[in-house]
């Protein structure tokens, strides 16, 4: 019994190659060529169903894997345009010369550029200071005030509470009271018994709150039929 081979014959075009040579010069699988025709990396010439890439761009993508340097594209040459003769300019006066915008803008001489009236300048600074002021008055932020101040002493004193001698240029702590200088260590101990008491107001004032939300109980109790 004979057995026929039929071989399955492609396409051959000039200058391209299928997909499963260009995926032997890439050293990829045919899926793998298909996927980056498919992603637009790779272009393609597609003739029924079969896709054929370019020798050009197929040498270009294997330069590119390779890390290799890329051709440079050649740019066309173009003649030369014949040079035409200038013809001499009139000379104008300085005084009579007409401005026109583009000598008005940064980049003209600095004889040619328009006066700048120095008081109005100053005026819209004035102005533009003055609505920054008003911005900032109606957006003030709330800055939290503690009754204390660190301060740099000018003279000796003495801790209030300790008395532990204070000498000039020491640092130390303002209770902005008459006479209370207190030390660093008497001053960090007041200030968290102060931000311990500012604590514990905050949770009685937050629980007042809640409880002034809620109904008395003897607004909950059903009342007794008349």
Do not use: K
């Amino acid at each position: 019994m004979l057995q026929l081979n039929v071989a399955r014959v492609a396409a051959v075009l000039p200058g391209y190659a299928s997909v499963a040579r260009a995926a032997e010069a890439l050293h990829l699988a045919p899926r793998s060529v298909r996927d980056l025709i498919y992603a637009g990396r790779l272009p393609s010439l597609r003739v029924g169903r079969l896709h054929y890439v370019r020798a050009s761009d197929l040498d270009l993508e294997r330069r590119r894997r390779l890390g290799l340097p890329l051709p440079q594209r050649q740019m066309s040459r173009r003649q030369p345009r014949p040079a035409r003769a200038r013809q001499p300019r009139a000379a104008v006066a300085p005084e009579a010369e007409p401005t026109t915008a583009a000598q008005d803008g940064p980049g003209a001489p600095a004889h040619e550029r328009p006066q700048v009236d120095a008081e109005l300048r100053r005026q819209r600074a004035v102005e533009r200071a003055e609505v920054v002021r008003r911005w900032a008055r109606r957006h003030e932020l709330n800055v939290p005030r503690v009754p204390f101040a660190a301060v740099t002493l000018n003279e000796p004193s003495a801790c209030a509470v300790c008395g532990r001698a204070l000498r000039a240029n020491q640092r130390a702590l303002d209770a902005l009271e008459p006479g209370q200088r207190l030390c660093l260590t008497c001053g960090r101990r007041a200030l968290m018994v102060w931000a311990d008491q500012r604590r514990l107001e905050a949770v009685a004032a937050r629980r007042m709150a809640l409880e002034l939300g809620a109904a008395p109980p003897s607004d909950q109790r059903p009342r007794a039929a008349a």
